[in-house]
């Protein structure tokens, strides 16, 4: 077949409407027009499409935090001087408890009659021990010009008394004259010794 013949058999061929429409709808195809969305819940002025997180609600009238009032400066001031007096009283005490032990500061021994015991009758020796103050417990023991000392005595010394009086009571009997020594050996705290001497008369 020449190509003339071809050109001379050619027709075109005729489309159908439907090729540039596309498929016509029938009766049965409705079309859906979109509708508005419709809220499901209403807080406040916020408007809420379905699950989520809800707002704060925003406060009906305003809220104003109450200025807190200045403490004045006498306040301060008297707390500062009650503090600085307690810590001082506390400061006291701890050192009149846990303080330096007691110290002896002088030892010193007399006769309570300086003219001497009489005829058959007891002398009156006295040793003054002064101390720091402090509370603790002195031992000692007294010793005469006769050969004989006491046994080991001790003497309780409370808190704040700074003076302890010791006495030791000896007795004499019988005529005549006799020239008698004392003396108070401090055993503790320290080692000091203190002694005195009295006559004892009796003409008869």
């Not at 969305?37 to 699950?51: I, K, N, Q, T």
């Not at 400066?73 to 005490?93: I, K, M, N, P």
Request: glycine share 8%.
């Amino acid at each position: 077949m020449s190509d003339n013949d071809s050109d001379d058999e050619y027709s075109a061929t005729v489309l159908g409407s439907h090729w540039f429409s596309g498929p016509q709808q029938t009766s049965q195809q409705t079309r859906v027009q979109p509708q508005e969305a419709v809220p499901d819940r209403v807080e406040g002025s916020v408007l809420r499409f379905g699950p989520g997180v809800t707002a704060a609600m925003p406060a009906p009238f305003p809220v104003v935090a109450e200025p807190v009032p200045a403490r004045r400066r006498g306040e301060w001031r008297r707390y500062t001087l009650a503090a600085v007096v307690l810590l001082a009283v506390l400061a006291y005490l701890a050192w009149q408890r846990y303080g330096p032990a007691i110290e002896v500061r002088d030892v010193t021994v007399a006769a309570a009659d300086p003219q001497g015991p009489g005829c058959d009758s007891t002398a009156d020796v006295v040793a003054v021990v002064r101390t720091n103050g402090r509370p603790g417990t002195l031992t000692y023991r007294w010793i005469r010009s006769d050969g004989t000392q006491s046994e080991q005595l001790t003497e309780r010394v409370p808190r704040g008394k700074k003076e302890a009086r010791l006495h030791l009571l000896w007795t004499f009997q019988g005529r005549g004259t006799y020239t008698a020594e004392a003396k108070l050996q401090l055993v503790s705290p320290g080692q000091r010794t203190a002694a005195t001497r009295f006559t004892y008369r009796c003409a008869g």
